[in-house]
């Protein structure tokens, strides 16, 4: 089947996905939390999260967060799974930000994708997620979801490189570059309420 990532994109905006969505789909976008979350939510469901994010309340920004003790912080994400996997990487993640890019606005502007990529624990759909809704860049997040949602296309690409590539590409050719940080974000979020939808997951 022939088809671009733009029709796939609108396909899924004419089901009305994000209706009951915040803006931009993901909790806070913008913000620190995002960063724990993009983290927290490997290897387990959106909704253990959320029970670890609650938690966490008070504990949510660079400043406060890198407060916590291990113990503390294994503690309150355990809702997530392997929390002594995820909570010495959270807060080496936390200090490196802090010692390198000092505040956390600081780390939305001049973090790069390398950067995150050298971190222990982040991988490339961890990373584009902290970039796409942490930093609100330009970048198309790709994941378990997407491949099953482009195998019903008969689309299957040889690594998370392709398939971001295949995304990014159609959209690219029809939104200004400004409304990228925008559309990528929808277009993930759309993906992952299709598939919740149709109950793939």
């Known amino acids: 089947m ?8 609108t396909f899924l905006k004419e089901q ?8 931009l789909w993901w909790p806070n976008a913008g913000s620190f ?4 979350g993009a983290i927290l939510t490997q290897n387990t469901t959106w909704y253990n999260v959320t029970k670890s994010l609650e938690n966490l309340q008070g504990y949510l920004s660079l400043e406060t967060f890198i ?18 996997q995820k909570a010495p990487r959270l807060l080496m993640l936390t200090c490196n930000i802090k010692n390198e890019f000092k505040t956390f606005q600081n780390f939305q502007k001049n973090v ?3 950067w995150l990529l050298t971190q222990k624990g982040i991988g490339d759909e961890s990373a584009d997620a902290i970039l796409c809704y942490g930093c609100l860049r330009a970048e198309m997040v790709v994941d378990t979801y997407t491949k099953r ?3 019903t296309f008969n689309l299957e690409f040889k690594n998370y490189k392709a398939y971001k590539f295949f995304l990014q590409e159609g959209i690219e ?16 979020g759309m993906i992952v309420e ?6 793939t997951f």
């Open 2 to 9: 022939n088809i671009s990532s733009y029709e796939i994109y």
């Open 16 to 23: 009305k996905l994000l209706e009951n969505s915040p803006p």
């Open 33 to 36: 939390e995002v960063v724990v």
């Open 67 to 84: 407060t916590l003790k291990e113990h503390q912080l294994k503690e309150k994400i355990k809702p997530s799974g392997f929390y002594n």
């Open 112 to 114: 790069s994708r390398e």
């Open 149 to 151: 949602l482009l195998k």
């Open 173 to 188: 050719q029809h939104y200004k570059s400004s409304e990228l940080p925008r559309v990528y974000a929808e277009f993930h």
């Open 194 to 199: 299709y598939n919740k939808r149709l109950k």
